[in-house]
């Protein structure tokens, strides 16, 4: 298993969780990662991205400011931090890695040029 995501669970609107990401060395040593989610009877959606060891970072722009990607070099491990969280939101949310982080500021980006994808772990907001 190369990537695994926890900390997915549910919260009421307004609250915050924090997902994590352990990839593989292999994987985190050489590849961007970046954080999707998928809402039921909808297309996945990027939401954030950074490349290991480095500082950019990049935001949909549905989570700028609320949202924060970021890393543990020592643990191979991403995080995405979610604050202010909305209803409408409620989605399995998939670590990925090997695509173009610049990618999700763009408008319906989906992540196809991703080559590793997690399991996914589910976020559940209640109004």
């Known amino acids: 298993v190369q990537l695994v995501e926890s900390g997915g669970g549910s919260v009421q609107a307004g609250g915050s969780l924090r997902l994590s990401c352990v990839a593989s060395?292999?994987?985190?040593?050489?590849?961007?990662m970046g954080w999707f989610r998928q809402s039921p009877g909808k297309e996945r959606e990027g939401v954030a991205a950074?490349?290991?060891?480095?500082?950019?970072?990049y935001y949909a722009d549905s989570v700028k400011r609320r949202y924060t990607i970021s890393q543990n070099n020592d643990k191979n491990t991403v995080y995405l931090q979610m604050n202010s969280m909305r209803p409408e939101k409620t989605a399995m949310y998939y670590c990925?890695?090997?695509?173009?982080?610049?990618?999700?500021?763009?408008?319906?980006?989906?992540?196809?040029?991703?080559?590793?994808w997690g399991q996914g772990t589910q976020v559940t907001v209640s109004s």
């Open positions: 990925a890695a090997g695509g173009a982080i610049e990618s999700m500021v763009v408008a319906g980006y989906r992540g196809s040029d991703y080559t590793y």
């Open positions: 060395a292999n994987i985190y040593s050489s590849y961007s």
């Open positions: 950074i490349y290991p060891g480095s500082s950019p970072t």
